[in-house]
């Protein structure tokens, strides 16, 4: 009698401990699983982005400083990512406005906040920026790590 | 009797984990290889694509003639021109004389900016995946 408690209480034992088990290595399967689906997300917006600075070099307005920003990649670049550089040193003072391209993407409105692919932004940059007579180089980065670099001269 | 009932357990569900995983990271494989394969096309097409700015006439309205030097087909409706630097709206354009957004290779572009103003010095265009050329008067 005192066996078939022992047996019963060993066996229910056995059972939840596998349980566990089972549900941590189910646990620990799934959040891998996740973790390799973001990062390859995140790869593969990567791959897909490129932005142009389609400046003409020989015409830059320099006061204020403008530059064109045309989203040249294949998926939507958020211009609240987007990082500029003048001659390598960041400058958050600067603000963009984007000029949908209606004849390919009719359906679009005047968001500032997205550059689809195909469209243009004008970056405006504050008066606090001002240049030296002599080349500089203007760099914009997207969130997604594409990123392009132009040479003028002011 | 336990330690077998236990074990058959631990084995059904680590199969299942396992299995799961293992769907799951070829289905991601496969969704990587085709995002790496549309990147290394995109970067080719690139490549294969020129354009050559064959005259500017200063206007009004002003009318940039390119032709499509590559050798790849470009969209007309994604080229963007700047005149003497400062981007312009393109107000019509035609392929070959056809009003069409299809750009093939070796088919001149002509592009018509109704400004008040007139170009003084040149025009810079890019295509839609940043190709670009530019032209003086």
Avoid: C
Wanted: charged fraction near 15%; glycine fraction near 8%; charge should be negative.
């Amino acid at each position: 009698m005192s066996s078939g408690i022992s047996e019963s209480i060993l066996f229910i034992g056995a059972i939840t401990a596998t349980m566990i088990v089972v549900a941590s290595l189910h646990g620990v399967s799934e959040e891998l699983s996740s973790g390799i689906s973001s990062r390859s997300s995140i790869l593969a917006s990567e791959m897909q982005s490129r932005v142009s600075i389609i400046n003409d070099p020989a015409h830059v307005e320099t006061s204020p400083l403008t530059i064109y920003v045309k989203n040249t990649g294949t998926t939507e670049i958020y211009t609240t990512g987007l990082h500029l550089l003048i001659d390598g040193q960041a400058e958050f003072d600067w603000d963009i406005e984007v000029e949908a391209e209606e004849a390919v993407f009719p359906e679009t409105d005047d968001d500032d906040t997205i550059l689809l692919p195909g469209e243009v932004g004008t970056i405006t940059f504050g008066g606090g920026v001002s240049l030296d007579p002599g080349d500089h180089l203007v760099t914009v980065i997207t969130r997604t790590n594409a990123e392009d670099t132009m040479e003028f001269t002011a | 009797m336990a330690q077998a009932a236990a074990a058959a357990l631990l084995l059904a569900g680590g199969a299942w984990s396992a299995f799961g995983f293992t769907e799951n990271l070829f289905d991601e494989q496969d969704a990587l290889q085709k995002e790496w394969r549309d990147a290394q096309d995109l970067q080719i097409f690139i490549g294969d694509s020129a354009i050559q700015v064959d005259s500017v006439v200063a206007g009004p309205p002003v009318v940039v003639t390119l032709t499509n030097t590559g050798t790849t087909t470009l969209d007309a409706s994604a080229v963007t021109v700047l005149l003497d630097g400062v981007a312009a709206t393109v107000d019509s354009w035609t392929v070959e004389g056809v009003s069409s957004n299809v750009w093939t290779p070796g088919a001149t572009l002509a592009l018509t900016m109704d400004l008040a103003a007139s170009v003084t010095d040149r025009a810079a265009v890019a295509t839609e995946h940043g190709v670009m050329a530019f032209g003086g008067l």
